[in-house]
């Protein structure tokens, strides 16, 4: 059930995205902060990102409420050491981290399926121990070495594809071509430290 505040919250939303849609036509900017209560908490793009701004948004949004939703009901049953991770986009929504207990990821698919919504959720999570400072450090480091590599390259669509590390694991997410999708995932595999690739990929048809 989704709370009359978290309704609000959209609503808010819909109506800021529909005048920074009107502003940008006007002024053909391409990146927006969303800002609430004077704090940029996320950025959406206007002319490069295949998603409108609704799109961007909700999936935002949807984002924001399925990790609030788990981290509030792991919290609630006194789960312990774990960390979640939410990445939504065009309604695929990717759930990656830890927790300490297969019970655990039977309460988060639990507590996804009793959100109402048209979306797919696809739920990574895994048994493990905390990681620790050194092993969060080198998933920043092959993130970083990923977008690099995608930005010399011209013929990936750099802002059309969402990265995700989780260990030496690599989720690739977005709209893209089969083309772009088989380079991307290319470039990743051959990134140092990456051991698999899981392509998250909607295709779409190269009309160049």
């Given at each position: 059930m989704i709370t009359t505040k978290y309704k609000r919250s959209i609503s808010v939303f819909?109506?800021?995205?529909?005048l920074l849609t009107t502003i940008c036509c006007l002024s053909s900017c391409s990146l927006i902060p969303i800002v609430v209560?004077?704090?940029?908490?996320?950025?959406?793009?206007?002319?490069?990102?295949p998603r409108n701004v609704l799109s961007q948004i909700d999936d935002y949004t949807l984002g924001l409420?399925?990790?609030?939703?788990?981290?509030?009901t792991l919290k609630r049953h006194k789960s312990k050491d774990f960390s979640i991770n939410v990445n939504s986009y065009n309604k695929k929504v990717l759930i990656t981290g830890y927790v300490n207990k297969?019970?655990?990821?039977?309460?988060?698919?639990?507590?996804?399926?009793?959100i109402t919504g048209n979306f797919i959720i696809i739920n990574q999570?895994?048994?493990?121990?905390?990681?620790?400072?050194y092993d969060k450090s080198k998933e920043k480091i092959i993130l970083s070495k990923?977008?690099?590599?995608?930005?010399?390259d011209?013929?990936?669509?750099?802002?059309s594809i969402s990265v995700v590390v989780d260990q030496k694991k690599v989720f690739l997410m977005g709209i893209v071509t089969k083309s772009e999708g088989a380079k991307?995932?290319?470039?990743?595999a051959n990134t140092k430290g990456v051991d698999h690739v899981i392509k998250l990929f909607e295709y779409i048809e190269n009309n160049k």
């Open positions: 819909y109506r800021f995205a529909v209560g004077g704090t940029a908490i996320t950025t959406i793009s206007v002319a490069t990102d409420k399925i990790r609030n939703e788990i981290n509030k297969i019970s655990d990821i039977a309460m988060v698919n639990k507590i996804t399926s009793s999570l895994q048994i493990r121990n905390i990681p620790t400072i990923i977008k690099t590599s995608f930005l010399r011209k013929n990936i669509p750099t802002n991307a995932a290319q470039i990743t």
